[in-house]
């Protein structure tokens, strides 16, 4: 359950409020990602499978990640595998990240 930019997906609040269906944590998590990220973010918006898993994704993940698409379009299971690691797109989704440091040592050991 690694995402493709080194995220920890089972550690994720958006999987694990959907994999729990809790509601509470989908709030919560919607109010932080908001202010965190500068963006309305809803409670209904927080679901999530897994960067790589199949169903749903949380939006940005799924429509606006320009690591994720990059990874399936060079047909990457994640960063770690490709010839330009690390590249500039890592830089800025690493630097919002809580868990960047964390995030980059897990592409290392890949």
């Known amino acids: 359950m690694i995402a493709c ?20 944590l989908r709030a919560k998590v919607a109010a932080d990602w908001s202010q965190a990220y500068r963006a309305a973010l809803t409670a209904d918006q927080i679901n999530c499978t897994g960067c790589k898993g199949t169903g749903v994704h949380f939006q940005y993940c799924e429509s606006m990640c320009e690591i994720r698409k990059c990874a399936a379009r060079r047909d990457f299971d994640t960063c770690a595998e490709c010839p330009d690691y690390p590249c500039p797109l890592l830089k800025p989704v690493h630097d919002l990240a809580c868990h960047a440091r964390e995030n980059l040592e897990r592409l290392r050991a890949c």
């Open 5 to 24: 930019c080194g995220l920890d997906c089972t550690a994720c609040d958006a999987f694990r409020a959907r994999l729990t269906n809790d509601d509470h």
